[in-house]
């Protein structure tokens, strides 16, 4: 008896040791960033009651979770916002000061700017990269004295030699693992390129014109079909969640989806089932494939230490047919004003939410406002390690927030659009350096003849004018010396968080849209 109970005893021992250890070595939550694509605030029927798209999953991961109703992208705009999640950094910092790159751009991020997933793989975590990229990677070429076009017209691709490698990616910018395209779905090359290698050298060139489901001309893949990107996206992500979540270290994952942007492609399975539009269609098929994420999180037995954050990278796109959806009772920035591309709130407020069992108590609902440069300040909070003065200048961490502190985390915060525009938020006070709308709603930037009537700044109260029909400006002048006095001080130290003064990146042409500054 007592030889057996002797070898027992160890079993047991050694049984509770190895638990123990892979508890220890994982003291850190897996952490995995999901971002759709032009998805609006009121696209989500948990934030909007009067909305017309059923949401479920997404509505559960914010039932179990924290949802913040006060969520901000730094930017109107796809290339910029990604810039701000990745850096911590605003993106009106880096060279690109309005506008976004194409599917050729070279790389928008220098290899020695530190990244989330930099931070996060220097601190024992495994990290990946599964979607649309937007921000740039340097294509070989066949010709190094020829770069040819942009990457607006399909001969800009001709010197491209897709046998090779691309330089200067997502694993230069710390993901052990990378597969996704490198521009939004409607924007040539349409080529995965995984590890940095592309799967197939494009033998064909295909294009879309049809009014949902367009995408430009452009050297295309065997194996890159457009209707499948998505769906191929998420299979990707499920695959790799159950793989590694059987290792020990914690990993980072960055799910960038292209969708529900153009093409607008829901598959045959949702065509139909929002009875809006293949929009509203597309939404559905998102949110269902959320709930597929959700299951798979769950059965790899990680989803007590497991964060969950799903967000957009802008509001709704007036290619989703908005006048459609609001014709049938659906307006997919709820009561805000504008959509993508705009600095009014529709151009930037965006779902926010965030599940983690373990960290954050079910059901809570914040008002306090964030923006996505939050992550990188959020993952340096959560591993213990304190970032230097030139890393996440414009982060502050979420972390207080989730446990339900009512406290703000951050003094002001500030928006762009996609010409450039600025506009900085303290409290209830929004204040917009332009007349229009900067981007593509009215008053459009170039309407020249209804801009020059405009006051040159427009001052909102977002407590009693969420909808801003009402400009303070004029009215104001404290505040609003107040406000830009504190922009100012933001764009000129190259920082908002405290830290030493830092340089944003210098640009070879004026600056215009900092002119206010001398005014």
Known sequence: MKKLFLPLCLIVFLFINACSTKTDVQQHPNIIYILADDLGYGDISALNEQGKINTPNIDKLAAEGIQFTDAHTSSAVCTPTRYGILTGRYNWRSTLKSGVLTGKSKALIPSDRKTVAKLLQENNYTTAFIGKWHLGWDWALKNDEDNGGEGWTPTDFDNIDFSKPIKNGPKELGFDYSYGHSGSLDMAPYVYVENGMPTQVPDTFTVNTGKYSWWRKGPTSADFIHEDVTPN?????????????????????????????????????????????????????????????????TDAGIEENTIVIFTSDNGCSPAAKIDELTAKGHYPSYIYRGHKADIFEGGHRVPFMVKWPAGIAP????????????????????????????????????????????????????????????????????????????????????????????????????????????????????????????LVKYITEGRSTPGAQQQNDPVDAEWKQIGFIND
């Open 363 to 486: 059901g809570l609902i914040s008002g306090q406002t964030i923006c996505t440069t939050d992550l990188m300040a959020t993952c340096a909070d959560i591993i213990n390690t304190p970032l230097a003065d030139n890393e996440g200048e414009d982060s502050f961490s979420m972390l207080p927030l989730f446990e339900a502190t009512n406290q703000p985390i951050r003094e002001a915060t500030v928006h762009h659009s996609i010409n450039g525009s600025f506009a900085i938020r303290k409290g209830a006070w929004k204040l917009i350096m332009c007349p229009g709308s900067g981007g593509w709603s009215f008053p459009k930037p170039g309407n020249k003849e209804v801009i020059d009537t405009l006051p040159k700044y427009q001052l909102y109260n977002l407590e009693t004018d969420p909808g801003e029909t009402k400009n303070l400006y004029s009215a104001n002048p404290e505040k609003t010396d107040e406000l830009k006095t504190l």
């Open 233 to 297: 996206f998420f299979r990707k992500s499920f695959k790799y969640i159950s793989e590694i979540s059987k290792q020990e270290k914690p990993f980072f994952l960055y799910l960038a989806l292209p969708s529900p942007h153009t093409p607008i492609l829901p598959t045959e399975e949702w065509q139909g089932k929002s009875g809006l539009n293949p929009y509203g269609d597309f939404v559905m098929e998102i949110d269902n494939y959320m709930g597929q994420l959700q299951k798979v999180i």
